[in-house]
Every structure is written in C-alpha cells, then in structure tokens.
C-alpha cells in the first residue's frame, strides 16, 4: 500500500529537512539486505521523529522495536545530552547491524540495546522515560501500554506507529486478525485513557501522539 500518491510524498520530503547521510546509508542498506524494508521509518517520518525529540528534549527515551535502528537514531538527535535511549527487539541477527549504525554515530554511547520479550525487559528497566515509541508486534500494543504508564515522567509524550495498519481499521475485520482487533482495542484506549491526551496523525500508516497527565 503506498502512503501517499508517490508525486505529493516526493513534493513533501523535498520541502522537508534532508536526511542526514548515515540515515540515508543505513536505509540503503535496510533496503538491499532485509526481507521488510518498508517497516523502516524512512525519510519524511524519521524527520518527524527527529523534530518531536528536539522539542521534547528527552532525558530518557525508550523504544520497543528497533528493527534497524533508523528510528532510534532519528529520535536520539532530540535526547539531552546526557540521556539515554534504550531499545528493545526480540531479533538478535539484527543486533550487529544496529550496533554498526550506532556506533558511528555521535549518540552510539548513549544507545543501549536490549534483545528479549518487551514484555519482560521493560519492568526490569530502572528508568522514568520522557519519550516512548511504539513499533513492535501491533497484537501486544495494548500490553505495551499498561506496562509502560507507570514508568513515565508527568507530561511525556507515548509515539505509536502504525495505527492505521494499511486502513485496515476501518474495514471488516477477519476473525482470524490478531493484529488490527488489537489495534482498534488500543486506538479506543489511547483515545479514551483518562491519564492520555492523544491525537491520531495520519502520517504514512498511522502515528499517534499521547500526552501522559499523570
């Protein structure tokens, strides 16, 4: 499915910040090499990423799912400068290939990587987070959520990607859909949260934008 007509997404990335050449060697790369390219964030939503940090100014970030490490890199340019992200990803061939990325950039000590379930890795996490992305298995969305509440600072900001799952939430949903069932759950609970202020974007598939009110 494309996002957008391909002339409008040419017209809005080229009136938008360039991406930076180690994110534009590390999409070339993702694009050569692995079997889903298209889960990376790519140029125009990595820009948004980046900005959304910049005006956060994050002391803490926390990402669940890493896949190449493109987003992660885009929303470490906004981290203070003693901060850290931490990123978690259940697939451990990845895990060089992020590290590589990391490492050459200005943020690569700042990065910790952590390869397992989110599930179990975050409540181990002794950290308060300002900025948390969400771009792992759509069907744990809704526990990601609950897990992740009590560990954020009064005013941080919860990013979710792929909400819209391909404008699958708004058609008749097969029985055997895991995945879109957990994201209409999640959407009416970001939307409904009495401790969230949200707004959905339809930016590429989806992001969502919380505000956690404590």
Known sequence: MDFLPQKINDYVEKHSQAEPELL???????WQKQLQPRMLSG???GRILS???KLIQPKNILEIGTYTGYSALCLAEGMQENGELHTIDINEELFDFQRKYFDESSYGKQIFQHLGNALEIIPQLDKTFDLVFIDADKSNYPNYL?????????GAVILSDNVLWSGKVVEKVKDDDIDTKALLQYNKLLNEHPKLETVLLPIRDGLTLSRFIG
């Not at 534009?24 to 993702?30: A, I, S």
């Not at 609950?146 to 009064?154: A, D, F, S």
Request: glycine letters at 0%; a positive charge.
């Open 24 to 30: 534009q060697k590390l999409n070339r790369e993702t």
């Open 43 to 45: 140029h125009l939503q």
């Open 51 to 53: 900005m959304l940090s």
């Open 146 to 154: 609950e897990i992740i509440l009590p560990k954020l600072k009064k």
